[in-house]
């Protein structure tokens, strides 16, 4: 037996593994797989096999220090592996601060830092960003198969009829819906048109209003705030998107949002509704998009989609039992290569309107009737208390079951009509329990280690400053030396010869990473090409009947479209990750270009005071460019996501279904592939040019990058010398010596206690 | 026979799969195990004798020997005891229970058998058993199978047998009705059938998977049967058997409608795959193919009242209009009772589906509104069928929520009269306002 011990920090996504008081090997695959950076559902579950593999042993004793909801996927892991057989297994969960006592702590030191004795800390930018970061949204995407009860699902999670759900298939506009209170207050819009001009604002948003402006051919999206019931807001702010079915929208940019919010560079919880009824051509589409997501590997890309079976209150008697029809369900999943889904059995309908009754909402005495029709279904059959067919981990079942209980014991009327134990067997209890837990598992986590991020590596920087600063007041007597580096540090900026080698390597890296991106795009021609191959063998060989051509026709004018979208997101993800290497390596080489510049400085060493421009600058330069800072500010700042317009992307172009159609009127039967071939001809020409015009596009960009990288630069080159300048004159000024050295002292005294502080909050 | 090229019937004539026969209360089943054994093999000896090809026939035998011996070993008569046997069922003379077994035995086979000219070769063979008087009783038993004078009192014992000897002719002289019934998913299809035949004989969870052509017919009158034929003929089938034959092959159902109105009109409903599933484009392949090639008087469309249509929808509407004469088509707009009169107009939503159809090309379309689980409900409920809790639920809210002026659905009927003569009998006014009576006399062609 093996004792394995394992200690994850789920802020700083850092691992440590011991196996019997050893680190792991050199070559450990465990020690790759959980290096920095790796979360922990990235690997957990190979973690069995590798063990397995590694320690040539089946019998461990695993104890976990981290977060619960952590070791639940490890327990999760484990207990699937003990169940095939392969290992043995004890599992025990050493507790660590949970993520939600972090929040308070942040505001604490934040506060403090203002009253400290640094203006930098105060600066406006820096504030700004803190506040970014902290009001970071966490995007929920609803998606929903026709008619399977989308608006009714937000509505019952909202506990008000807010979403028009008649006529829900003909939803064509985008609502967000943002959590911003925690009180009951009135839901707020603000009406845009498709040129993303503000049409109307309404201070009291009302089902009727909703149903005007969706019937309103002029309206692109509304954005609501509010209070969203089940989340507090204090944690994320969590927001509801509700997107237009694939077909029904009126804005060809509708379907790419949805697109993207499924494509695998998303990171967006995804609620997938649907009903037992399985798909139409369109829902196929869309499944296709999501197994693709899901199929990058690691839990998290499946614990992204949650998959909720709606409308199971329907079920009669003889469809058979839930077991039986969730099972068919998961097997269909598993027929578009969704394995392993999140599936959420549920009753939206019935759960809207008991929350609507129990908030004293004005209701209809039909809907009290059904309600209590409804109540009364759910609580007596077994088979519909779809909060224990929920897939959620234990702890989280254990809160329900104890929510459950509370209900059932405070009850003291007829049987089976206790409306609060119906809510809860509706499901819907257990789908605003996974979108809690997955906030509070990845959005907070990164949300806390990216807010202290905005300013720890200012505290850093400042650090340097100062102590750079109280060791050239300490030692006066390196005058002499301290200032000849200074003036070396000057000479080798200025240098016209250093600053065209920076200029070289700047654009070689720019050059590499453009020719990977023409790989990938490449790869993707070739992904959707193979698509629409697999549609022509599909058809191959069979002979349909000439009134079917046109039908025919339009079917493949639908699948072509729909690849649409998806294509064009996949060739958007090449631009977005060509930007993020490019500022990337662009980065890379002006810290390279720092680091050299002490490098001709031989006799530094001898010295005890040490000049590092990188580290001077530190702060200064993770908090201008980090790459995914520069992808979202330019998202708030364009509004439209200017970084990804769709103005490279030309539509694809169809054979006029007409000509197609009367080409084959001569003959009574006509050859699938002839047609498919005819019909594809122009398709395929269609996704080359495309690709290219990505490829261009992207190009443009990362010239674009780096002369406003270049720019940038410049400004911080201002910077390192103006700090010289300050560090020179620390080391020339005789006269306030002692006082300098007492005021450093106190300033360096003050930023380790802070940064003591702000260490700790990522502490587990 | 007027079947279709696509009905599947492996050597059984139509009408011969229509037929009811209602034996569960036969006279033998508290009779002593001897006894039971000794009858039927009897009949089972005519029945080999006469029809040993018949498939129905020897489903119907089955049927008999379920009922009366199950799994017993039966007597085989040999020449030898074959005189002997016959005459031990047929002539007692002397216990009044037994005095007419003869004719008991008559009427079975000839429930078995249903054939006018064997029937009378059963008559003629008989007689070498019977008594000269017993010879003229059966003749006159057999003279009234076929006619239609008053059954007179001496036959009292089986005026069961030849009222439904006589139904079972009459109905198969009908012609035929036949309606196909097509819609996109999740239109409620399955529910509308089971609606229209008052019996849960096809299930939603399944409908997606069901890539074949259903044929269901109704029969003369309630037996508490349901006739299968799938791969094999089942005349007893359990939803369960329906269930698994669904999904294998084309199949035919027969059971007794239960009709609001006063239908007596034999009739056959084709049940279509639902033509937007994307698992397996056969489907509307299928669907259209029936359209286009079945014979059918009318084509039931059924829309969802729950939401408008999209393309799928639309795409399958142009079809049928470019298809199918109008004056054959019907729309229901089914699931009414999910409207709540705060958020829906019925009105509107049949004056939206108008449109929407007009646009099409359909010239005054007949739509009806409808609500197939309410009146699935309410046709349980009139047969006495067992509702569970939720269903009786279901049926008391519904009940309520229809008497209300806002889903009154008999106003969209414009032969009902507003003040309808019906307010004593709740069933039958539900019935009015579900908009059952009013769609069902459509479909039966009542009104005209």
Known sequence: ?????????????????????????????????????????????????????????????????????????????????????????????????????????????????????????????????????????????????????????????????????????????????????????????????????????????????????????????????????????????????????????????????????????????????????????????????????????????????????????????????????????????????????????????????????????????????????????????????????????????????????????????????????????????????????????????????????????????????????????????????????????????????????????????????????????????????????????????????????????????????????????????????????????????????????????????????????????????????????????????????????????????????????????????????????????????????????????????????????????KQLDDILKSKLNELESYATDQENVEKRIQETKKRLEWLEQIKAKVEAILEI | MTSTSTEAFHGISKDEFVTSFFISAHPLINSKEKARLLYFSVLEYFVALYAKKSKIANARLLQYRNLLVKDETTITLTENNLHKTIRKVVGDFLRPSKRERFLLLFCDIAFIIAKKTVIKNIVDILFAHLSLKKQKKLNELFNLLFNDEIIPPLYINFNSHITQFRSNNEFISKKEIRILVTATLSAGKSTFINSIVGKPITRMAQEACTNNLCFIYNKPFEDNRIHLLASRLNLNATYDDLRTAEKEADCSIASFFKASCRSQARVCLIDTPGVNFALNREHVKLTRRAIAEETYDKLIYILNADYIAKDDEIKHLNYVYKTVPGEKVIFVLNKLDHFIKIDDSILKSIEGVKADLLKIGFNNPVICPFSAYFSLLLKMKQTNSILNEDELDYLEHYVKKFNKLEYNLSLYYDFIPVENSYSDNELMEMNILSGLYGFETILYDEGK
């Not at chain 1, 019997?20 to 959980?34: E, I, R, T, V």
């Not at chain 1, 000049?611 to 330019?634: E, Q, T």
Request: aromatic residues 8%; proline residues 3%.
């Open chain 1, 1 to 713: 037996m093996k004792k394995v011990f394992i200690k994850y920090n789920p802020y700083e996504l850092k691992t440590e593994i011991t196996v019997n008081g050893k680190n792991l090997a050199q070559n450990s695959k465990l020690g790759d797989k959980s290096a920095d950076g790796s979360r922990l559902q990235e690997w957990v579950e190979e973690l069995p096999s590798i063990l397995v593999d590694e320690y040539n042993d089946k019998d461990f004793e695993i104890e976990f220090h981290g977060t619960l909801l952590d070791y639940e996927d490890l327990t999760g892991v484990i207990t699937e592996a003990k169940n095939r057989k392969e290992i043995t297994a004890e599992c025990k969960l050493i507790p660590a601060k949970e993520t939600s006592d972090k929040e308070k702590s942040i505001d604490d030191v934040f506060n403090e830092i203002q009253k400290g004795p640094f203006d930098e800390l105060r600066n406006e930018e820096l504030i700004n960003a803190f506040k970014l970061a902290k009001s970071d949204d966490f995007e929920v995407c609803v998606v929903a198969t026709m008619s399977a009860g989308k608006s009714t699902l937000i509505n019952a999670m909202l506990g008000q009829k807010l979403m028009p759900s008649k006529q829900e298939a003909c939803t064509a506009i985008i609502t967000r819906i943002k959590d911003i209170s925690s009180n009951k207050i009135p839901f707020r819009a603000e009406v845009y048109d498709k040129e993303n001009d503000l049409m109307e604002t309404h201070e009291n948003l009302t089902l009727s209003i909703m149903n005007r402006l969706n019937s309103d051919v002029n309206v692109s999206e509304i954005k609501i705030s509010g209070n969203i019931p089940f989340v507090s807001s204090d944690d994320v702010s969590l927001v509801l998107i509700d997107t237009p079915g694939p077909n029904s929208s009126r804005d060809p940019r509708h379907r790419k949002v949805q697109s993207e919010f499924l494509g695998k560079s998303s990171k967006a919880l995804v609620l997938y509704i649907m009903t037992g009824e399985y798909a139409t051509d369109d829902d196929n589409a869309l499944l296709k998009r999501v197994a693709e997501s899901m199929s990058v590997s690691g839990k998290q890309s499946k614990d992204r989609f949650i998959f909720v079976v709606n409308k199971l209150d329907e079920l009669k008697k003889e469809d058979g039992d839930t077991n039986g029809f969730l099972d068919r369900v998961r097997a269909y999943l598993k027929s578009h290569g969704v394995n392993n889904p999140n599936l959420f059995p549920a009753a939206a309908l019935p759960a809207l309107d008991i929350r609507m009754i129990k908030n004293g909402a004005v209701v209809d005495d039909d809907i009290i009737d059904e309600t209590e029709v409804w109540v009364k279904k759910l609580n007596r059959n077994k088979e519909l208390h779809f909060e224990t067919y929920a897939t959620l981990p234990a702890s989280i079942r254990g809160e329900i079951k104890g929510q459950l209980d509370t209900a059932k014991s405070g009850y003291k009327g007829p049987d089976n009509e206790n409306r609060d134990e119906a809510l809860i067997h509706t499901g819907v209890f257990s789908i605003e329990a996974a979108i809690r837990q997955y906030v509070q598992k990845y959005a907070k986590t990164a949300k806390i280690k990216n807010i202290v991020d905005t300013f720890i590596h200012k505290l850093d920087e400042l650090d340097c400053f100062e102590k750079t600063k109280h060791n050239l007041a300490e030692h006066q007597e390196e005058k002499e030396n301290i200032l000849k580096q200074i003036n070396s540090i000057h000479k080798k900026m200025d240098s016209a010869k250093e600053a065209k080698k920076f200029e070289e390597a700047v654009d070689n890296a720019v050059a590499k990473i453009n020719d990977e991106s023409k790989e990938v795009v490449e790869e993707i021609i070739q992904k959707f090409q193979k698509r629409i191959t697999k549609r022509i063998d599909d058809l191959r060989g069979s002979e349909i009947d000439i009134d079917d051509v046109e039908y025919e026709v339009e079917k493949l004018e639908n699948y072509a479209k729909k690849l649409e979208p998806d294509f064009e997101v996949d060739l958007n993800d090449v631009i977005r990750k060509n930007l993020v290497d490019t500022s990337e390596a662009l980065l890379k080489d002006y810290r390279k270009k720092l680091a050299s510049l002490t490098e001709d400085i031989d006799d530094k060493s001898l010295t005890g005071v040490e000049i590092d421009p990188l580290k001077l600058m530190g702060g200064s330069f993770d908090f201008n460019f980090s790459a995914n800072k520069l992808v979202k500010s330019k998202k708030v700042a364009d509004g439209q996501e200017k970084v990804r317009t769709r103005g490279w992307f030309e539509s694809i172009f169809f054979w006029p279904k007409s000509e197609l159609v009367t080409k084959y009127k001569t003959v009574n039967y006509v050859d699938v592939s002839a047609l498919i071939r005819d019909f594809f001809t122009s398709v395929e020409k269609n996704l080359l040019d495309n690709g290219e015009a990505a490829r261009k596009y992207a190009i443009k960009q990362s010239k674009r990058i780096s002369t406003d990288f270049k720019e940038k630069f």
